[in-house]
């Protein structure tokens, strides 16, 4: 309390009238009630930047089929891990250089160029007319876009400490519905030609370019977000680092987790005791374990779009895409529901390591069963399936938001947006070797239907498996600390 009322103080006595920053610390302190117009902001910011991401997935099989590069039907999976790889490819190029951007000249702006990037490239992406159109404006998607690790530390700095936990669960939780509405949409609006003839003629833009439609409907969104987003509040503190402000701040921070020599030879220095991140173990270690379970994630979300379109002759459920967009927005209303009213709820109770471990081990033996779930039809298939990936998509979805409420606390202010680029660099490339990983997978395992040692998609579901374990076992102690 004592601190409390210490940093509250300072804050009134050195308060910069023209700085962003300081005006959202004032904001925060004279906040009543829930932040739900803050809420809704990061939602809307995040689910805009995560829904192309995965969109493509329910029609990528189709689409490279239509460019013709695949020699042979089970060719198609390996080309279409390229194309969802090239995203997370370009993300993991320029994501440290986002970050630095975010520390230097705010959050804002780089939450702007994000969405811009989207409505352009999207786009373009809806209307390509070959494989290598396709990997081009996916990449510079990917570039370009660079606002997933900025708003985390938006999502942490808006929200009074109370509500902080909420804050960082709906970053996560718009995030991991982008990624289930996203390819909900993808499903629903591709190939409208062949689905609605009488709106979309085979002779109209989106009869030449039936994958078009929904990578519209996405840019269009992210437009309107784009626009909305001007009016952000910035949270960056813009003054100088020499302040009575920024010393007393420093105070206040490093007081508490300092003591003796150390901590009075820096204060009578004026230097801030800044950590190197890549020697900060809470933080690294934590970006490690999000690296892998991201890496499981991206192959399980290309994997179970190429496995339910597949025939039912290679181990698949010869789905449609309007039948995968049914499943993907099923289980986007049920991750809604999960991690606004009961996340939060077991992250106080548990703690954010023990969720994310027992999610994990959770998810092994869900997964264990989709081969199995193949062999059903009907109503019963239906009934099975849609449970199955509203269970496996909450849990992973907590495991990331465990892991963001990690990466955000064991770093300050002036270091959470470089500590989130290089998070967003590392599970980038980790990402980028998922679909890539997972299309050649896919491929090779429906050449061996008849292998004595897991047959077809037997092997798949456990190559994830083994993914899943070791990042369950990655969370343990000595690996993966907490700051205290």
């Known amino acids: ?5 210490q940093e509250k103080a300072l804050l ?5 009238e023209n700085c962003p920053g300081c005006k959202v610390e004032k904001y925060k302190e004279s906040q009543k009630g829930f932040p739900i117009r803050e809420l809704l902001s990061i939602w809307i910011v995040v689910l805009c930047t995560a829904l192309p991401i995965s969109s493509l997935f329910p029609f990528l099989y189709f689409m490279i089929r239509d460019f013709h590069i695949a020699k042979r039907e089970e060719d198609i999976g390996y080309y279409a891990g390229y194309v969802g790889s090239s995203f997370m490819f370009g993300r993991a190029l320029t994501s440290v250089f986002w970050g630095i951007v975010a520390d230097r000249y705010g959050r804002k702006p780089v939450i702007i160029m994000g969405t811009i ?3 352009i490239f999207n786009t373009l992406f809806g209307l390509s007319v070959n494989f290598w159109m396709a990997i081009a404006m996916r990449f510079l998607l990917g570039s370009l876009n660079g606002l997933l690790g900025p708003i985390k530390a938006y999502a942490t700095e808006i929200f009074r400490e109370e509500y902080q936990a909420l804050g960082v669960s709906t970053a996560s939780t718009a995030w991991g519905l982008g990624l289930i509405i996203g390819p909900a949409l993808g499903g629903y609006l591709a190939q409208p030609a062949e689905k609605f003839p009488s709106i979309f003629p085979k002779e109209s833009v989106f009869g030449r370019f039936p994958y078009f439609l929904p990578c519209l409907a996405i840019s269009i969104f992210a437009l309107v977000v784009t626009i909305a987003a001007c009016w952000l509040p910035e949270t960056l503190h813009k003054h100088h680092k020499s302040s009575k402000f920024d010393a007393a701040c420093e105070d206040v921070e490093t007081a508490p987790l300092m ?8 204060k009578a220095e004026g230097k801030a005791p800044k950590k190197s991140l890549f020697r900060n173990w809470p933080l690294m270690s934590s970006i490690i374990v999000y690296c892998v379970f991201s890496l499981h994630d991206m192959a399980y979300t290309e994997i179970f779009s190429l496995w339910a379109v597949s025939p039912r002759r290679y181990g698949g459920l010869s789905y449609t895409t309007e039948d995968v967009g049914n499943v993907l927005a099923i289980s986007g209303a049920g991750l809604l529901i999960f991690q606004t009213c009961l996340y939060p709820y077991f992250n106080r109770l548990l703690g954010p390591v023990v969720v994310a471990r027992l999610n994990g081990v959770l998810a092994i033996p869900l997964l264990s ?7 059903l039809t009907g109503l019963s298939l239906s009934i099975v399936l849609n449970c199955t990936s509203v269970a496996k998509n909450v849990l992973s979805t907590s495991i990331i938001t465990s892991l963001f409420l990690l990466q955000n606390k064991a770093v300050d202010q002036d270091q959470r947006g470089a500590a989130n680029g290089i998070a967003m660099t590392a599970m980038s490339l980790f990402k980028a070797a998922g679909p890539a ?9 429906q050449k061996r239907q008849d292998a004595a040692f897991l ?3 037997h092997m798949v579901f456990f190559i994830l498996n083994v993914v899943e374990a070791i990042g369950v ?5 000595p690996f993966l600390v907490e700051r205290r």
């Open 12 to 16: 009134e006595k050195y308060f910069h």
């Open 473 to 477: 076992l990655m969370t343990f102690k």
């Open 369 to 375: 069963s989709y081969p199995f779930i193949a062999m």
């Open 437 to 445: 990983g997972g299309g050649a997978i896919f491929s090779w395992a």
């Open 117 to 119: 990037a989207v409505v």
């Open 455 to 457: 047959p077809g998609n």
């Open 259 to 266: 003591s003796g020599t150390k901590y009075k030879t820096q």
């Open 1 to 5: 309390m004592a601190a409390e009322e």
